[in-house]
């Protein structure tokens, strides 16, 4: 425990270091976060455990507020102590010795104390900027304070992403010789962001630290990336499933049939956006992403508004009726031999005894005189292409981030070098109903499904990958 | 019931649970978690505990007993089958003694299927070992016939197809499936031929067989050569072999001396043995060895990358170590020094007298100074009227300090303070409003309106406007002119 390596956060109020930390921890719950000042007042830790190994205990503190008061004061006390002790040479670190033990650590500058008892204790300190903030005198105060410390300190600029004053900021620290530093942002962190802000501060580390922060940074990455493949293969199980749902209906109950259907992938979708919401543990009974549409059935409810369709940029095929514009296409043409032939052949060869017994089912309700229900490709079009971008939305979120994630626009979506890939996929599971859990005969276990399943995850994948750079 | 499930149950219903949850996402699973985190402190303990809370939740493990029953079941009835199909096999291959038995054909006959099968197990070895070979698969499908049979008692027979497909998956970890498979195989082969024999030693000690062999295109040294060729091995081990004479003569008639008719059921009995018997036994033996060795090898730590995830939830990637240091029970907040403190008109007067250059300042009695703006921000305004002094734009310790040393000796009647909202309002801020405060006659903070973000942050706004209101400062966000010139609003 007492090996860890320990990190304080430090800052101005208000610039984002209960975010910075939440972010950093992937706890949407650590600390509290507001607009207002001195939101935090005390030192919080918590331990970060990396692949399995626990390798520091991040602090949360209170905002420093009043730097040039503290650095007046910090004065005072010298020169009191001067007089006292003429011969005695008085550095920084013992200045704020001096301090720590003075009465007005306890009350004027009791927040600003705890802050540098803290880094005192760490190892090295990230000192958040609001990069929106202008590079004020106040913040060159608060690093005079916190360099007496003899602490590393790694400024993290946060808010990058909002059209901050980088250079303005960049040029002060330069300034202040502060070199190292990271360009981060809790809301909508760069790609790679939480990767170089640890290895800026490996660099300010002495080499006995650094190793472990190196693992670590590696197996975060390991984990992201394990992650994302996760997330993309829950989303292929969704399309498989969906594609591969197929009911036999009679004729005069098709409509009915139709409606079963469409209340069948809504819930498998929603089953589906709350795993991902899971395994990237935005827990789905966190009041503040009861705010995300989802919940709200946006994600659910408009799948088969050809509304939906059109903001999606999706074309809708031709040779269906107006009607019937989105939803389910009805295989009339010879029960589902459109399949073709050669699929038809490769399922019977292919597949086992279930693929045998589905198909001669599916025979025998054609002769029955039954038509053949499927999601058509248009719906399965936008199943992927909503559940890719949830994909982007979710690996690029982070647990600081308390909005919406927001629904899919065309320009995000209307990607047809992704959806057409899927195409073939889609028909290829089209031609196994068995490979559906929405089906009521089914067998998900199976070489070939998860080849497929593993083909759409890696084109998803490519998708998201895509998307964020 | 399974109790307590064995290391490799717990293995299986692991990997069941895992691969469930590819296939559909994590389960709800907090009491399992929590369960878990008591159960056990290290990683593959806590999802073994997990797996196995989940799986007695979702009556896994009645899955498990009921196919496990099913596969004993099964077991028993390739077993009854091993021992018939032998018995069959010795009395089809012998006959019941009224005609004299054709070596050949008998030796073809419970021999034969026996050594196509060996040969189509060693062709899967080196071209699908990883499949399960015929018999597996005919286990498998009695398995779950029988388990869907039993569990239909439980009602909860959706659980069992994924148990299977996990079984393999985790056997295949460790490349087990054939061993297990062939364990099976070679087993069931070994009590066929067990049963076999046993049936040939009954035939043989109780009728009368005479024995011949018949050819019409091989000369009968062939014949006899391989019969020795045959009986070698056996021979080695003790099996008659009958001699050249006794083979010769059983080419034309039956033989019926004692001897050779000993002889002769030696020789079967003893290829029998060597050929049948004995490599299925070693064949059994080696693969169970190495099933019974990869199993025990099996471990979690095989498939540890697949629950990397899982391992977050078990042992969270963060955990709170707690308040290290309190909030204090009362924030320290700026106040503006009470009554006493406030400097009234007569202190100032002594302090103007005692300066003497009290007198300079009577032009300049109103003034306008600025707290940490925007750069952006044109300062001073350009609409400052003539009589209001610039006072400035204080960010810095020294600007702070001779900007209060300069009021302090010339103290303006009216001083308007600009304070830009975009700054979040601390304390150093308000300390700095409640020092310049006191030691003028009035103060007014022109709220400057937010610039960033490009909408203005209107909650910082308000945040200033209740800090202010908590100072009693008067403030507005409209250019302080007239209050300057007036005094008043």
Partial sequence: MNDLLKFVVVGHTNVGKTSLLRTLLRDSKFGEVSDRPSTTRHVEGATLTVGGEQFATLFDTPGLEDASALLDYLEDLERIERQKHPNQRIDAPARLELFLGSIEARQRFEQEAKVIRQLLASDAGLYVIDAREPALAKYREELEVLSGCGKPLLPVVNFSATGGRLEEWENALARLNLHARAVFDTITPPIDGERHLYESLALLLDSKQRPALEQAVSALEKQNGKRRQSAALLVAELLVDCAAARHSVAPEAEEEAEAKLFVQVREREQKCVEALLDLYAFQADDARLHTLPLSEGRWGDDLFNPETLRALGIRVGSGMAAGALAGAGIDVMAGGLTLGTATAIGALVGGGAQTVRNYGSRLLNKLRGQNELTLSDSVLQVLAVRQGYLLQALAKRTHAATSRIPPPEEADVARSDITDPLQSFFKQARAYPEWSSLNEEHELEGESRDALVGKIASSLMAFSADATQ | ?489
């Fill in chain 2, 1 to 489: 019931m399974i109790q307590e499930p064995t290391r490799l149950q717990r293995l299986w219903l692991c990997e069941a649970i895992r691969q469930r949850e590819t296939h559909a996402g994590p389960l709800d699973d907090r009491e399992a978690n929590r369960h878990a985190q008591r159960a056990a402190k290290d990683l593959p303990g806590r999802i073994q505990a997990r797996a196995l809370f989940l799986a007695r939740r979702d009556g896994l493990v009645e899955a498990l007993d009921s196919l496990l029953g099913g596969a004993r079941l099964a077991l028993l009835l390739l077993f009854l089958l091993a021992i018939f199909g032998g018995a069959g096999l010795a009395f089809a291959s012998v006959g019941d003694g009224r005609e004299p038995i054709n070596v050949f054909w008998a030796l073809l006959g419970l021999l034969g299927l026996h050594f196509v099968s060996l040969l189509l197990w060693l062709a899967s070895q080196l071209f699908t070992p990883a499949s399960p070979t015929a018999l597996g698969r005919f286990w498998l499908w009695i398995t779950r016939t029988f388990s869907q049979k039993l569990m239909h008692k439980t009602a909860r027979d959706q659980r069992a197809p994924n148990l299977v497909p996990a079984l393999f998956q985790l056997l295949e970890r460790r490349r087990l499936v054939r061993w297990l498979g062939g364990s099976l195989v070679h087993g069931f082969w070994l009590v066929t031929l067990l049963a076999c024999l046993v049936m040939l030693l009954g035939l043989f000690s109780t009728r009368r067989y005479g024995f011949i062999w018949e050819t019409t295109l091989l000369p009968a040294s062939s014949l006899i050569r391989a019969t020795e060729w045959l009986g070698f091995l056996p021979a080695l081990v003790g099996f008659p072999l009958p001699d050249a004479s006794t083979v010769l003569a059983s080419g034309t008639v039956p033989v019926i001396t004692e001897a050779a008719r000993q002889a002769w059921a030696g020789w079967l009995l003893g290829v029998l043995v060597v050929f049948g018997l004995l490599p299925r036994a070693l064949l059994l033996l080696v693969c169970w060895l190495r099933w019974q060795l990869g199993q025990r090898k099996l471990t979690l730590a095989d498939s540890i990358s697949d629950y990397s995830l899982l391992a977050e939830r078990l042992q969270p990637v963060s955990a709170s170590t707690g308040i290290v240091d309190p909030a204090p029970a009362q924030l320290y907040m700026p106040h503006i020094a009470n009554a006493s403190g406030k400097a009234t008109p007569e202190s100032r007067n002594a302090a103007h007298l005692s300066s003497n250059v009290g007198h300079l300042e009577q032009q300049h009695t109103q003034m306008l100074v600025a707290i940490e703006l925007n750069p952006e921000r044109n300062w001073p305004p350009a609409e400052l009227p003539a009589a209001v002094m610039d006072g400035g734009i204080i960010e810095d310790r020294n600007q702070r300090r001779q900007f209060l040393d300069r009021i302090t000796l010339h103290p303006p009647q009216r001083l308007a303070i600009a304070i830009d909202s975009d700054r979040s309002p601390d304390r150093g801020t308000l300390g700095l409003i409640t020092e310049i405060a006191p030691l003028v006659d009035a103060a007014y903070i022109w709220l400057l309106p937010p610039q960033v973000p490009p909408d203005g942050n209107q909650a910082r706004l308000k945040i200033w406007r209740e800090s202010l209101d908590a100072l009693g400062m008067l403030y507005n966000d409209t250019p302080p002119w007239h209050w300057l010139e007036t005094g008043r609003e």
